[in-house]
């Protein structure tokens, strides 16, 4: 059991999302970021990497674990401490009854992802526990006080990921030609491959909106309302793009310009508010082909490993952000080398 | 009939009419293939969402093109009768924009008989076919942050029902207390495509 001593900017529970339900109306939601949930999920060493986890926007909550368990965060970075210890991300992590994770700031992206061993347990509805913004479905967003069901694990496996991805500066989104490009000028879509736009600060898991607006054609207008996907690049009245986020209505009335690949999804998940982003096109086989790649790297990219292994990492992953780990960095090490004789 | 690419993990399959989409959906829900996710249908399309590790959209389109469907809906059509109270916020700019009174506008509105056309925007949100053409409105330019639950609302040919409180451009004209979507529900909608729907004016 976990119990929410503050619950944060906005946590939310997320999983795999309402799949199967679109015709009745009903949003997928799901992980923003879900390649992050899943990376999160195999570092506890959960066989189904869309168990649920907490998807923790802007800052963190505090958490108590009630029973022993294993840990991992991914996704944006968030400064955590376990009791005052600071906390590597992408690595899992033993945690003891009666511990503390104290979540701070989320940077470099706008959602960490919280996993613990066995997924936390919570009835679903329709198949899913994610918190729908948009319809109110599933697990409401994270109060103080909320108990959280896990499994208690006294596991020792460990597992690290290999190399976390960093979303940088200026974001690259990867993009096809949406299904009503005719209904644009060729101009529209070269400008909006040519542009660098900034996200609006109006921006939630149901769109991201950007600032810059797109010239339009007069012929452009509204559709009958029909079937939308998530990474649609919708583009209403005033030009200015929407983005769709999981949350997104099952249907919707605006063209679609552009939509961003499957295996950038994760990426369009970080946007915040003042970042910077580019689209680039490309065909549907290399967009098929970079989610080939992605899925591979869930399977190869997070690898077991020892208490010891992890603990060094640890250390060399903290030592830029927390100097006074240094020394004991130096005695672990040195630790380390006298047990090896 | 016309199958469009909606992305890397989407075919857009351009329909008729929504009877059309509704056919198509049906047979699709029925015989769910392998990697096939959700299928959505609009006025006059279907959306079909995949999973692109799965299933090979070429492969998809061509098994859309050469499968018969059987019009009309296979289940027997409900008819509702939905009991409402014609107190909604932009009924005074719906008499101004339609040149009707307001006893006409609830006389119009109450009097036609609605078919579901398609279920979408949000859980349980019924896209009804059959209004008074002479209250065929654009949306709102600028959508109201907050649109109750219950409400009843016009816009272009459709009628609607907002299931809970959300942010929506439609014209209000009224409440209902029906409850349009309930999870724990063995049929979560109310209303189903192909149903149909008339209004009682409630005191």
Redesign the interface.
Known sequence: MITVLAAGARTLLQDGGR??????????AGAADLPSLRRANRLVGNRNDLMAGLEITLSGPTLRFESDSLLALSGATLAAELDGRPLAMHQSVAVQAGQTLVCGRVHEGVRSYLAVRGGIRTPG??GSVATDT????GHPVLCNGDVLEIEPTHSTDGFYLRKPERLGNEITLHV?P??HTDRFSEQSFSEFLAHTFTVHADSDRAGVRLVEALQLPASVGEL??????G??VQVPGDGRPIILLPDH????GYP?LA????ADHGRLGQLGAGMKLRFEKVS?DQ??SL??QQ?QGLETDIVAADEALLEARSLMMLAHAHPELRDLRMHNISRRVRLRR | MNI???????L?IELPDAQAAQAL?QAL?VGASAGI???????????I?FD??KQD?ARLAERIRNSTYSLPFSSKPVEHEIGMHYDGPDLSMIVQASGLSVEEIVHRHSRAVYRVA????????P?LTGLDPALHLPRHKTPRVHVPAGAVAIADQFCGIYP?S?PGGWHLIGTTDASL?D?DRDA??LLSPGDTVRFRALP
């Open positions: 799949i199967g339900y679109a015709h009745l109306g009903v949003p997928r509805v329709l948009l319809s109110g479905l096809v949406g299904p009958p309302s029909q079937g939308m996907v990474g649609a209505g099952a249907t919707g679609v939509v961003v690949i499957t549907r967009a098929l989610l080939r899925e | 469009r690419s909606f992305g890397d993990a989407a857009l959906c829900l996710e959700d299928v959505v249908p609009g006025f006059q399309s279907l959306l969402r692109p590790l959209a398609f279920i979408g925007f949000a859980p349980g949100f896209y809970r959300s979507f999870a979560p909608c």
